[in-house]
């Protein structure tokens, strides 16, 4: 079992940034991906960013030149920054690691931007 906790979110205006970080009971060199998802109201769960064991990353669309994640295996830690906020990025935002075997969820962290 592994717990993913995240931190960061909170209400900033646009054009403005945020660092998300989400902190992960286990090790998260393991896994095969670690990721963050983000949820809007009325909304489906959607991808935002992934960065692979080996380094690489994908992100959404819509994300992509302001977000950027990264993560620190030493301190088993991924984070997500955000900048140049739009309100359309107003969601909760989970952590998501992928061990293959199984995967796991955080408890989300809000993030609001206020136009």
């Known amino acids: 079992q592994v717990q993913l906790v995240e931190s960061g979110g909170g209400l900033v205006q646009a054009g403005g940034s945020l660092r998300l970080s989400c902190a992960a009971s286990?090790?998260?060199?393991?896994?095969?991906?670690m990721g963050w998802y983000r949820q809007a109201p009325g909304k489906q769960r959607e991808l935002v960013a992934r960065?692979?064991?080996?380094?690489?990353?994908n992100y959404a669309d819509s994300v992509k030149g302001r977000f950027t994640i990264s993560r620190d295996n030493s301190k088993n830690t991924v984070y997500l920054q955000m900048n140049n906020l739009k309100p359309e990025d107003t969601a909760v935002y989970y952590c998501?690691?992928?061990?293959?075997?199984?995967?796991?969820w955080g408890q989300g962290t809000q993030v609001t931007v206020s136009s």
């Open positions: 998501n690691a992928d061990y293959g075997w199984r995967t796991f």
């Open positions: 960065i692979f064991s080996r380094g690489s990353t």
């Open positions: 286990g090790s998260i060199s393991n896994s095969n991906a």
